[in-house]
């Protein structure tokens, strides 16, 4: 391999190496060598079989020694040979003992026979840089490693398995197509021929826009399904809405008391359930208050329920003012649309059958699933499935099919969204019979948009963005 500077004052020509499990003290720990020279640095301090005998993608047992010969750790070796390794080079991973002091003891070691300590990412990047996964695959490593979720771990795999990366490339060859077409005829500008129908090029860009504009606009979903789906609970005072968040994350989070508007601030936490990370957050009651501290945290209510995916309007059943709470509730979430609205009747161990004026709202008196609302008793647990099981609805009809991609990375919908506009100045282009040259120059960015985001096209610096957000050791 020629030298290739990567960033920084190194190069691919360097051994490599890092622990790359966890830190901190466990059963094993995984210390991971790369680089030409991988083999001779370990082979200072191996002691075992002899490591040009071993086939690559085998494991082997031995010993680690000081170079005065005092053993250091009885470890498993494995050897991946290049091209047929991760990195795309040379590796070989140590399996010790999950001391810390044997994990620090056995990369000193390493670097004294030669290796350098990895810096974040820098596995991941030689194996962009070698050929082995393209930029949106690492990215999707990035994203696999911190999934907190099924969700995350299903949309994360999506990158890693290609799926996005091929469909851009698919974009990208018809574009090319077209691209071709348009450089054809400015070869021959001068004899004023036209070799594309001007009509079917407009069509094929407005192929590839439907395409791209699905793309950026499944970022929506994606973000909230990676990062955890905000669930604001928010209601009138001592409607019940810090009971409810204890019970769905089965401890005491929030304080419960009958005095209204003891929730003075927004309470947050995490939980996953069927697969789906929920941000569950607890909020103050909407009421009109002159107390300043109540209404910060009520400013503070009425922002979360803007950011929210799902908002739980709790509604207490043993209100005294029961039909003007659900009047509020009503009026509000007919100014939230595009937001899952669930309202949500609390309390219902309290309420000895349906009230008249439940029978009322509800509009049939039936004590399990009625049209619109959901009846729950936190405190006993009844109805709290038929409350999962709603915003579980909801979920699924954001979650496309298996085969459907979702954008979850941010820099992508970014460069998705500027590759959109760029083909727009190509459809207004061609509609209005602009010159070859300008639509051939915006065509150019759209190519150079998605190719950035597998990496066909790059830069220096934003490589050394992205797996600087990496992890030492991966």
């Not at 021929?193 to 439907?210: N, S």
Request: overall charge negative; proline content about 2%.
């Amino acid at each position: 391999m020629d030298e290739k500077t990567v960033g920084m004052n190194f190069t691919v020509d360097d051994t490599i190496v890092a622990i790359s499990t966890p830190h901190g003290t466990g059963g094993i720990a995984v210390i991971r060598v790369s680089g030409r020279d991988a083999e001779k640095v370990v082979g200072e301090c191996w002691r075992g079989k002899d490591i040009s005998a071993m086939k690559s993608h085998t494991a082997h047992l031995g010993k680690i020694v000081y170079s005065n010969g005092e053993l250091l750790d009885e470890v498993v070796l494995t050897i991946f040979r290049a091209p047929n390794s991760f990195t795309g080079e040379d590796v070989a991973e140590i399996s010790c003992h999950g001391s810390k002091w044997i994990q620090r003891e056995l990369v000193n070691l390493l670097v004294l026979n030669g290796a350098r300590p990895a810096n974040p990412g820098e596995f991941t990047q030689r194996a962009f840089l070698n050929g082995r996964i393209d930029l949106a695959k690492a990215e999707g490593i990035a994203d696999l490693i911190s999934a907190s979720s099924k969700a995350a771990q299903r949309l994360a795999m999506q990158q890693v398995g290609g799926a996005f990366s091929n469909r851009l490339n698919e974009l990208r060859d018809r574009l090319i197509e077209l691209a071709s077409l348009l450089e054809l005829e400015l070869d021959f500008s001068e004899e004023d021929v036209e070799f594309a129908d001007r009509g079917r090029l407009r069509a094929l860009c407005g192929e590839i826009r439907a395409e791209m504009r699905k793309l950026a606009d499944s970022y929506a979903s994606g973000r909230v399904l990676k990062e955890g789906v905000p669930v604001v609970i928010a209601g009138a005072p001592n409607a019940g809405k810090s009971t409810l968040l204890n019970h769905m994350l089965g401890e005491d989070k929030a304080i419960v008391s009958d005095i209204p508007g003891t929730t003075r601030d927004t309470i947050e936490d995490s939980i996953e359930i069927d697969g789906i990370l929920y941000r569950f957050i607890d909020t103050a009651g909407l009421r009109e208050t002159e107390d300043v501290v109540e209404r910060i945290g009520i400013e503070r209510t009425e922002k979360r329920i803007g950011e929210a995916s799902i908002i739980l309007w709790l509604i207490d059943s043993t209100d005294p003012e029961f039909k003007e709470r659900v009047r509020e509730v009503e009026e509000r979430e007919s100014c939230l649309p595009g937001v899952c609205n669930i309202k949500v009747i609390t309390k219902m161990d309290l309420t000895h059958g349906l009230t008249d004026v439940l029978k009322e709202v509800t509009g049939n008196g039936k004590e399990d699933r009625e049209p619109g609302y959901v009846l729950i008793s936190s405190k006993t647990g009844k109805g709290i499935g038929d409350l999962l099981q709603r915003m579980k609805e909801y979920i699924d009809g954001q979650l496309a099919g298996e085969d459907e991609i979702i954008v979850t990375n941010s820099r992508h919908f970014y460069e998705l969204e500027q590759g959109l506009t760029a083909l727009d100045r190509v459809e207004n282009g061609l509609s209005a019979g602009e010159s070859i040259v300008f639509i051939t120059q915006d065509l150019r960015e759209v190519l150079s948009r998605l190719g950035s985001i597998t990496g066909s096209i790059t830069t220096h610096d934003l490589l050394v963005s992205i797996f600087q957000k990496f992890c030492v050791g991966k």
